[in-house]
């Protein structure tokens, strides 16, 4: 396994269930897994370069666990990120009032963190309207309160997906997030943090 730098850390937070794996395999392998789904356990991590322009931004994303008994854990996972995806389903309203919940600890614990609102099963809201139960407008008004960005996606048709790690990546390469010195390499940060129950995955 060859070191990879790592520019941003990008952590993935939310409810179980809400789809934040599926939104990462869809943005770095391209696929969409259909079920039976494993929940995940502590946290995957995967190194995904994406271009911006000339330059070649790679994106450290982090995959938490969304349950609340990993609720501990996933605070050591996004100490230091540069952007967070706060995940909700559409079709599920606890689950922004669970996004509400990880938005308020990023701003208490992680103030220079990055928030972009990811509503996810687009899908679904397309086969059927009646099936929406967060409203789009309630989401865009919170992202104007919190100075957030905001998209709506679907991780099985790929709508979105894409233009949101974009954009992700082209706020870091414009100097949105706060600069840190002495980026390590990918590898060598693993053996001196020595997280639990981390699964790697590299593209």
Request: proline fraction near 2%.
């Amino acid at each position: 396994m060859t070191a990879m730098r790592v520019d941003a850390k990008v952590v993935m937070l939310g409810k179980e269930s809400v789809g934040k794996t599926s939104l990462v395999e869809r943005y770095v392998h391209h696929r969409f897994l259909v079920g039976p789904y494993q929940n995940t356990i502590g946290a995957a991590f995967v190194a995904k370069p994406t271009h911006v322009g000339d330059k070649v931004i790679t994106l450290g994303i982090w995959d938490t666990a969304g349950s609340e008994r990993y609720e501990a854990m996933s605070r050591i996972y996004y100490r230091g990120a540069r952007a967070a995806i706060v995940c909700y389903d559409l079709t599920d309203s606890s689950s922004f009032q669970r996004a509400r919940f990880w938005v308020k600890e990023l701003q208490n614990c992680e103030e220079h963190c990055k928030i972009y609102l990811c509503g996810t099963k687009t899908d679904l809201i397309e086969a059927d309207r009646a099936a929406r139960q967060v409203d789009y407008h309630d989401v865009q008004d919170f992202a104007d309160e919190i100075g957030a960005q905001h998209f709506e996606t679907s991780s099985k048709t790929g709508n979105n997906v894409d233009e949101l790690f974009q954009k992700v990546a082209e706020d870091y390469n414009s100097s949105s997030f706060e600069v840190m010195p002495g980026e390590m390499s990918f590898i060598q940060k693993m053996k001196n943090l020595r997280l639990p129950h981390v699964a790697l995955r590299l593209h």
